[in-house]
């Protein structure tokens, strides 16, 4: 079974506009954290957001907040009044266990790719 | 700007050949993690080195070994190389973010990554 599913392999925005990339993810372990990050042509993985499973609000960077559904298992990322340098490839990734500076292994989904429009 | 750096950016290699890939981040970083990243895929986890020893691996053959040096850079080694090897070769550098929600969780910086051609 995936243990990261991203269902969009693509999505349309118009600039200045909301969008919501979708996650949804699979573990028995109470404890774990839910990472996005933005690829661009250029290759590099930047990291956008953090959401760990015992997090009582849902996680904020500037125009990146995370709606966590724990129930549902779900992990969307928001991406408020969009720019045409949010065009490039979305990860949702997962890290299983407290972290910390134990084995840290990312689990990445297949990405959604995002295209903002003028 | 990560502070992590990868060398060489681009990389052509004939199957059979031997590659190795270098990684460089910021001091303190103790802990390295190596990915490989096929054309269109997510990342997949090639291993984790913390103060200089392997202390996790993913579903990657022997022929991918690696090393970490005290002066916090680290090699990914490929052996035998095989068609398949064609991918971006992504390290990434652990460090404490401090979250949202007020716990400090380890979380992986990316350097800008190796893309190696297997011809």
């Not at chain 1, 079974?1 to 969008?19: C, D, H, L, R």
């Not at chain 1, 997962?94 to 989904?109: A, D, H, I, V």
């Not at chain 2, 990243?37 to 993913?58: H, K, T």
Request: glycine residues 10%; charged residues 15%.
């Amino acid at each position: 079974a995936q243990k990261i599913t991203q269902t969009q392999p693509g999505m349309f925005v118009q600039e200045k506009e909301a969008v919501t990339l979708d996650c949804t993810y699979d573990t028995s372990d109470p404890s774990y954290g839910l990472f996005w990050y933005k690829q661009p042509s250029s290759g590099e993985m930047i990291f956008l957001i953090y959401q760990g499973s015992y997090d009582q609000q849902n996680a904020t960077e500037g125009r990146y907040s995370l709606n966590f559904q724990k129930a549902r298992k779900s992990a969307n990322l928001v991406i408020s009044a969009s720019q045409l340098g949010d065009s490039a490839m979305y990860f949702c990734a997962m890290r299983e266990g407290q972290g910390g500076t134990s084995y840290g292994k990312l689990t990445f989904g297949q990405g959604t790719i995002l295209t903002v429009h003028p | 700007e990560t502070g992590v750096t990868q060398s060489p950016t681009h990389l052509i290699k004939t199957r059979g050949q031997q590659v190795t890939l270098r990684c460089s981040s910021q001091s303190g970083h103790n802990t390295v993690s190596w990915y490989q990243q096929a054309l269109g895929q997510g990342p997949q986890f090639i291993f984790q080195y913390y103060r200089e020893e392997e202390n996790g691996r993913g579903n990657f053959p022997p022929r991918f070994s690696g090393l970490q040096f005290p002066n916090y850079s680290s090699e990914l080694n490929v052996n035998a190389l095989e068609l398949d090897d064609s991918a971006l070769y992504l390290c990434a550098s652990s460090f404490p973010l401090l979250t949202s929600g007020g716990s400090l969780q380890e979380t992986q910086y990316f350097g800008p990554g190796t893309r190696l051609l297997v011809l």
